[in-house]
Nanobody
Framework: QVQLVESGGGLVQAGGSLRLSCAASGRTFTRLNMGWFRQAPGREREFVAA????????YYADSVKGRFTISRDNAKNTTYLQMSSLKPEDTAVYFC????????????????????WGPGTQVTVSS
């Protein structure tokens, strides 16, 4: 099992930027596919972005395409989510997740395919 800890959340005005970080420990990070999900109050946890262990494949929810960028630094065992042009509807708790599975197609977007989760970090975007 891998341990994940998110950081970088906070309060930002609409149009602003934040960078979330997810530090991993406990397993070989380089072989993990990593994802970001978010959950707003009263809503289901939803997919935001994912990146393959070799960084060649990246996936985004339509709602964040062109505004968010996922990346990873395998030397630092860390995954990042750069968020720009933030909107009030981006307000949520953001969770980092790791998958040891071989992911195909919709698997990248599916919560159940990720077996390790961080505790989350709050992002609040004011209008």
């Amino acid at each position: 099992q891998v341990q994940l800890v998110e950081s970088g959340g906070g309060l930002v005005q609409a149009g602003g930027s934040l960078r979330l970080s997810c530090a991993a420990s406990g397993r070989t990070f380089t072989r993990l596919n990593m994802g970001w999900f978010r959950q707003a109050p009263g809503r289901e946890r939803e997919f935001v972005a994912a990146i393959s262990w070799y960084s060649a494949s990246r996936y985004y929810a339509d709602s964040v395409k062109g505004r968010f960028t996922i990346s990873r630094d395998n030397a630092k065992n860390t995954t990042y989510l750069q968020m720009s042009s933030l909107k009030p509807e981006d307000t949520a708790v953001y969770f980092c997740a790791a998958s040891q599975a071989v992911l195909y197609g919709t698997g990248w977007y599916t919560k159940a395919r990720y077996e390790s989760w961080g505790p989350g970090t709050q992002v609040t975007v004011s209008s």
